[in-house]
């Protein structure tokens, strides 16, 4: 059972920087793959990245290719999502999950999910 808390939303303007943490209880946080999910206004929830149990590996949806980085430090059973050159697009809730599928992108690859963080990008 892991348990993920997602926080760093808030309202910024196009252009800013925001950078979202999602921290996980348990002892078994390096054991799982993590990923970061958002959902907007009226849509489905979209795939934005992940990262392997190692870090090594990273998968980013193309929407936010160059502006957004996933790391983590299993140290601190902590994963984050660096948000650059926010656009109003951008708005959505944004959820950690953790899961065990190498290079997941779908929800249903997804074990654990948080409860999601706000972030708001005025244009």
């Known amino acids: 059972q892991v348990q993920l808390v997602e926080s760093g939303g808030g309202l910024v303007q196009a252009g800013d920087s925001l950078r979202l943490s999602c921290a996980a209880s348990?002892?078994?946080?390096?054991?799982?793959?993590m990923g970061w999910f958002r959902q907007a206004p009226g849509k489905e929830r979209e795939f934005v990245a992940s990262?392997?149990?190692?870090?090594?590996?990273?998968s980013y949806a193309d929407s936010v290719k160059g502006r957004f980085t996933i790391s983590r430090d299993n140290a601190k059973n902590t994963v984050y999502l660096q948000m650059n050159s926010l656009k109003p697009d951008d708005t959505a809730v944004y959820y950690c999950?953790?899961?065990?599928?190498?290079?997941?992108?779908?929800?249903?690859?997804?074990?654990?999910w948080g409860q999601g963080t706000q972030v708001t990008v005025s244009s």
């Open positions: 348990g002892r078994t946080f390096s054991s799982y793959i």
């Open positions: 999950a953790a899961g065990r599928t190498y290079q997941a992108i779908r929800e249903s690859e997804y074990d654990y």
């Open positions: 990262v392997a149990r190692s870090g090594l590996s990273i």
